[in-house]
């Protein structure tokens, strides 16, 4: 189990989440540049980190002890509050993109912003060569093949996901990207941070994992969906219609019951609502359900709470370990960052992390965009396809890339 530290907060009133300046947070998602940046905002705070103190190693041991030893190290050193801000990859056994930042700075939320409300600038016309990996007709197939196996009950569910590989004849103007990413959606988790030499993963994810606040743990699973509509008796109708989904219903009630069985073990007392509720995005309505719950332990971190639960069988399936080789077998790419998490901690052992997803990796003038679909046995293989064309809607809008160019 990882140990606590509990250190100074050097953050001055103008910087801290609560304080309420104009502009604050805003002026931290106006300065953000693509490199050693990193962008990480929530409906708690809004944080912008540059440079890098010290990368959390590689190696065998697992990750919480590998980010413990690099914030020690910090302390020790002479930094007062270090910051482990990144990603962390769908498959464990991969590196994480995670580092103790130079300089940290802090402001409130981007929704308590009223300069959020000030709209982003159109995306510049480009053209894009939209590739999707695996092909609509070939993501249908895997989802029918899954659904087969599930009713011979090799496993319950599994989360079966897609690529849009988009390129274009100009660099990724990223700092434009993220604005138009945020101030979508300023409620939500908004990302940006280095992936790798030369790559950049970004997105506006719905989901939080956990987050830890001295010793509370809150997590937030989503499973269960459905697309918004432009007209808003359409939409109201979607949404009453997803409330009332015995398929949806059953596939949020097994990831729920998931986490619940996940963080039991770190709480005293756990508060879990017998219903969900619904959450929206700008292209989504989403079946949610907030779970709450004081530490048994107050030493144990907000990441150590994340590693316990990722992946959820909102991102993966169950059991998990079936799951897992379904995925490898039916999905013909590297999930990478996707699906795992991103987010920070700090030495006190608070930190908030996020479900990865809708988001893509940007590399020179490509991106690279994922989404994925919950599959149980009433899914349908044009459901489920339909369903992922909707999350991609998030960032093809932003780069302003018509989806029917695909041409499927």
Same mark, same amino acid.
């Given at each position: 189990?990882?140990?606590?530290?509990?250190?100074?907060?050097?953050?001055?009133?103008?910087?801290?989440?609560?304080?309420?300046?104009?502009?604050?947070?805003?002026?931290?998602?106006?300065?953000?540049?693509?490199?050693?940046?990193?962008?990480?905002?929530?409906?708690?705070?809004?944080?912008?980190?540059?440079?890098?103190?010290?990368?959390?190693?590689?190696?065998?041991?697992?990750?919480?002890?590998?980010?413990?030893?690099?914030?020690? =190290?910090?302390?020790?050193?002479?930094?007062?509050?270090? +910051?482990?801000?990144?990603?962390?990859?769908?498959?464990?056994?991969?590196?994480?993109?995670?580092?103790?930042?130079?300089?940290?700075?802090?402001?409130?939320?981007?929704?308590?912003?009223?300069?959020?409300?000030?709209?982003?600038?159109?995306?510049?016309?480009?053209?894009?060569?939209?590739?999707?990996?695996?092909?609509?007709?070939?993501?249908?197939?895997?989802?029918?093949?899954?659904?087969?196996?599930?009713?011979?009950?090799?496993?319950?569910?599994?989360?079966?996901?897609?690529?849009?590989?988009?390129?274009?004849?100009?660099?990724?103007?990223?700092?434009?990207?993220?604005?138009?990413?945020?101030?979508?959606?300023?409620?939500?988790?908004?990302?940006?941070?280095?992936?790798?030499?030369?790559?950049?993963?970004?997105?506006?994810?719905?989901?939080?994992?956990?987050?830890?606040?001295?010793?509370?743990?809150?997590?937030?699973?989503?499973?269960?969906?459905?697309?918004?509509?432009?007209?808003? =008796?359409?939409?109201?109708?979607?949404?009453? =219609?997803?409330?009332?989904?015995?398929?949806?219903?059953?596939?949020?009630? &097994?990831?729920?019951?998931?986490?619940?069985?996940?963080?039991?073990?770190?709480?005293?007392?756990?508060? +879990?609502?017998?219903?969900?509720?619904?959450?929206?995005?700008?292209?989504?309505?989403?079946?949610?359900?907030?779970?709450?719950?004081?530490?048994?332990?107050?030493?144990?971190?907000?990441?150590?709470?994340?590693?316990?639960?990722?992946?959820?069988?909102?991102?993966?399936?169950?059991?998990?370990?079936? =799951?897992?080789? +379904?995925?490898?077998?039916?999905?013909?790419?590297?999930?990478?960052?996707?699906?795992?998490?991103?987010?920070?901690?700090?030495?006190?052992?608070?930190?908030?992390? &996020?479900?990865?997803?809708?988001?893509?990796?940007?590399?020179?003038?490509?991106?690279?965009?994922?989404?994925?679909?919950?599959?149980?046995?009433?899914?349908?293989?044009?459901?489920?396809?339909?369903?992922?064309?909707?999350?991609?809607?998030?960032?093809?809008?932003?780069?302003?890339?018509?989806?029917?160019?695909?041409?499927?």
């Amino acid at each position: 189990m990882t140990t606590a530290h509990h250190v100074a907060d050097p953050r001055t009133a103008s910087d801290r989440p609560g304080h309420r300046t104009v502009g604050a947070a805003t002026s931290l998602l106006d300065a953000y540049e693509p490199g050693d940046a990193r962008f990480f905002a929530s409906p708690t705070r809004t944080l912008l980190a540059r440079g890098v103190r010290a990368e959390v190693p590689h190696g065998d041991t697992p990750l919480t002890r590998r980010v413990t030893e690099t914030l020690d =190290a910090e302390l020790l050193a002479g930094n007062p509050a270090p +910051v482990v801000i990144g990603a962390v990859p769908f498959d464990p056994a991969a590196a994480a993109s995670l580092a103790v930042p130079g300089t940290t700075r802090w402001a409130a939320p981007l929704a308590e912003d009223p300069l959020i409300a000030l709209p982003a600038a159109a995306p510049t016309a480009a053209r894009w060569d939209i590739r999707p990996v695996p092909e609509p007709a070939v993501y249908g197939a895997a989802v029918a093949e899954a659904v087969r196996r599930m009713k011979r009950g090799e496993f319950g569910k599994v989360v079966l996901a897609r690529t849009l590989e988009l390129r274009s004849d100009r660099e990724v103007d990223l700092p434009a990207l993220l604005q138009r990413l945020a101030r979508r959606d300023p409620s939500g988790y908004t990302f940006a941070v280095p992936s790798g030499p030369g790559r950049t993963l970004l997105g506006a994810s719905p989901e939080l994992l956990v987050a830890r606040r001295g010793g509370r743990l809150i997590a937030n699973p989503l499973a269960g969906s459905t697309p918004r509509s432009a007209d808003l =008796a359409e939409d109201v109708r979607r949404a009453a =219609a997803l409330l009332r989904s015995e398929k949806d219903l059953h596939e949020h009630a &097994v990831v729920v019951d998931a986490v619940r069985d996940a963080l039991a073990p770190f709480a005293r007392g756990l508060d +879990v609502p017998a219903r969900p509720t619904l959450v929206r995005t700008a292209a989504m309505w989403h079946l949610s359900t907030t779970l709450t719950g004081d530490l048994a332990d107050p030493a144990v971190s907000a990441l150590e709470l994340a590693s316990a639960l990722q992946p959820t069988p909102a991102v993966c399936g169950t059991p998990t370990d079936v =799951a897992r080789e +379904v995925i490898g077998e039916l999905e013909p790419f590297d999930r990478g960052a996707y699906t795992g998490m991103v987010g920070w901690s700090d030495a006190s052992g608070d930190g908030e992390w &996020v479900v990865t997803i809708r988001c893509a990796e940007a590399e020179g003038r490509t991106l690279r965009l994922f989404a994925g679909a919950g599959v149980v046995e009433q899914s349908s293989p044009e459901s489920e396809t339909a369903e992922t064309a909707a999350k991609f809607r998030t960032f093809l809008d932003a780069v302003g890339a018509d989806q029917q160019e695909t041409g499927r």
